[in-house]
């Protein structure tokens, strides 16, 4: 876990105003995943990456964007069209490799609305 | 697509009694069932995992059953202590094949009496 990093920790937005939520590893995990996690709930898919330069649309995308530039980093924008985006937003990675499913979680940024 | 169900929601017990915390999981195909412990504020941290070629796991207090004809799977704590407090998520995935990502269960706030 110590190798996945988010920034920032806390996350202020306006409204219309589009936030990128940073997501860095050092683990030289192929994939990575976004979840959104509201208060008293468990956490939901946004999108995840199974290799550079290719993601995929996870359980709740409407609002959010992604892009996979760099096996290290799998930046998340919350867009305007997000109408309800505070939560605590997690970042989690997997080997991706057979035999190896372990997901580890970032710290995660919690993002609230002004 | 995978739904899980987790049951129940809050679980109080005394230190030292045991706790059970039950899943079902609606595609048969998944064959991944991860346990993780979340501390308030906090990042999941995997606790216990088990892979449906194995039908039970344990590992010190710990232990996970599984059973995929009924497709569901638990948790038990035993010997709880204060420090076992904490909101538990099961979760499921396919892993091998498309979409490793874990669907999760809406998650059990164990609390532990002293």
């Known amino acids: 876990d110590g190798g996945i990093t988010q920034s920032p920790k806390y996350l202020f937005r306006k409204e219309g105003q589009n936030v990128t939520l940073s997501c860095e590893q050092n683990?030289?995990?192929?994939?990575m995943y976004w979840y959104r996690q509201d208060p008293g709930q468990g956490l939901r898919l946004i999108y995840y990456?199974?290799?550079?330069?290719?993601?995929q649309k996870g359980d709740i995308a409407e609002g959010y964007s992604v892009s996979r530039e760099k096996k290290e980093s799998f930046p998340l924008t919350v867009t305007s069209a997000q109408k309800n985006p505070t939560a605590f937003y997690l970042c989690?990675?997997?080997?991706?490799?057979?035999?190896?499913?372990?997901?580890?979680f970032g710290p995660g940024t919690r993002l609230l609305v002004l | 697509g995978e739904n899980v169900e987790q049951h129940p929601s809050t679980l109080s017990v005394q230190e030292g009694d045991s706790a059970v915390i039950k899943c079902t999981y609606s595609?048969?195909?998944?064959?991944?069932f991860p346990w993780y412990k979340q501390e308030l504020g906090k990042r999941p941290q995997l606790i216990i995992d088990i892979r449906s070629n194995v039908g039970e796991k344990k590992d010190q207090r710990i232990a996970v059953t599984l059973n995929k004809t009924a497709k569901h799977f638990s948790l038990h704590i035993t010997e709880t202590q204060p420090e076992d407090s904490a909101v538990y998520f099961c979760a499921a995935s396919k892993v091998g094949t498309g979409r490793r990502a874990l669907t999760f269960g809406s998650g059990t706030r164990l609390q532990v009496q002293p």
């Open positions: 990456s199974q290799i550079v330069n290719d993601f």
């Open positions: 989690a990675t997997n080997p991706g490799t057979s035999g190896k499913e372990t997901q580890y």
């Open positions: 683990l030289n995990h192929d994939a």
């Open positions: 595609d048969s195909a998944s064959n991944y």
